[in-house]
C-alpha cells in the first residue's frame, strides 16, 4: 500500500503563532490532495483541498510540491479552536482509486 | 443538508457476539467508505464501494469482517463473531468523481465499539 507520511508532533504553539505541517507521500502518481481536521473522540472534517497553484482560506495556507512529492499546511495567527489533529490525504490514480491517508499531526495552541 | 448518517452511535457488547454498522452516505455520492481508528493504528480504510460494488477490501482484517451495501442508500459492516481487538472507533464516509477527480469524503459521526 502506498505511503503517505506526517510528523505525529505534538506541535505546541502559543496563541499568535505561525506553524507548518508537512506530509509526505510516497507516489508521484497521486490525483487529489486534502487535508482534513479531527477533534478529540470526533470524525475527521474536512480542512481544504491542495490545488497545485497553491490556495489560501483565511489564515491556513496550503501547498503541493510535486516535484518533493509533499503536501503543506500553514496556520497563521493561532488560535486555541485551532488545537486538533490535522490529517493529511492523499488520493491515488491510475485506475484505482484508494484515498490514504496519514496518521496526523497533533496541535496544541496555549494560551 | 444531510450528511453520513451512521448507527449505532455506541456499540457494547460481549464477545462472540455479532455486531452490524450501517451507514446511509449523502444522496448522490457513489463512493462509500468504512475505515477503523484506533489510537495504535490510526485510521484505517477497511474497504471501499463505487456504485455499490466493492472495489478494494484488501484492508479487513479478517474473515470475521464483512461489509455489503446492497442499493446506493445503504451499507453495513458485519462483525461475526466479535473480539476485544476489535474494538475501536468504526467510521463511514463518502464522496463522489467529478471528470477525474474525486471529491474529498465526508464522515459519519462513527461508531464506538467496545467488545467486552
Known amino acids: 500500500r502506498k505511503e503517505v507520511e506526517q510528523d505525529p508532533g505534538p506541535f505546541n504553539v502559543p496563541e499568535g503563532a505561525t506553524v507548518a505541517f508537512n506530509c509526505t507521500y510516497s507516489n508521484s502518481a497521486s490525483q487529489s490532495f486534502f487535508w482534513y481536521r479531527q477533534d478529540c473522540r470526533k470524525e475527521p472534517k474536512l480542512l481544504m483541498s491542495?490545488?497545485?497553484s497553491g490556495n489560501e482560506d483565511g489564515r491556513f495556507t496550503a501547498q503541493l510540491n510535486r516535484a518533493s512529492q509533499y503536501i503543506s499546511l500553514l496556520i497563521r495567527d493561532s488560535k486555541l479552536s485551532d488545537s486538533a489533529t490535522y490529517l493529511c490525504?492523499?488520493?491515488?490514480?491510475?485506475?484505482?482509486?484508494?484515498?490514504?491517508f496519514g496518521r496526523g499531526t497533533s496541535l496544541i495552541v496555549h494560551p | 443538508d444531510a450528511g453520513v448518517i451512521q448507527s449505532p452511535r455506541h456499540e457494547v457488547t460481549e464477545m462472540g457476539q455479532e455486531v452490524t454498522l450501517r451507514c446511509k452516505p449523502i444522496?448522490?455520492?457513489?463512493?462509500l467508505f468504512w475505515y477503523r481508528q484506533t489510537m495504535m493504528r490510526g485510521l484505517e480504510l477497511l474497504i471501499y464501494f463505487n456504485n455499490n460494488v466493492p472495489i478494494d477490501d484488501s484492508g479487513m482484517p479478517e474473515d470475521r469482517f464483512s461489509a455489503k451495501m446492497p442499493n446506493a442508500s445503504f451499507s453495513t459492516l458485519k462483525i461475526q463473531p466479535s473480539e476485544p481487538r476489535d474494538s475501536a472507533v468504526y467510521f463511514c464516509?463518502?464522496?463522489?468523481?467529478?471528470?477525474?477527480?474525486?471529491?474529498?469524503?465526508?464522515f459519519g459521526d462513527g461508531t464506538r465499539l467496545s467488545i467486552l
Open positions: 464516509a463518502s464522496s463522489f468523481a467529478q471528470g477525474n477527480s474525486n471529491q474529498p469524503q465526508h
Open positions: 490525504v492523499v488520493n491515488w490514480s491510475g485506475g484505482s482509486y484508494i484515498p490514504t
Open positions: 491542495v490545488y497545485s
Open positions: 444522496s448522490g455520492h457513489d463512493y
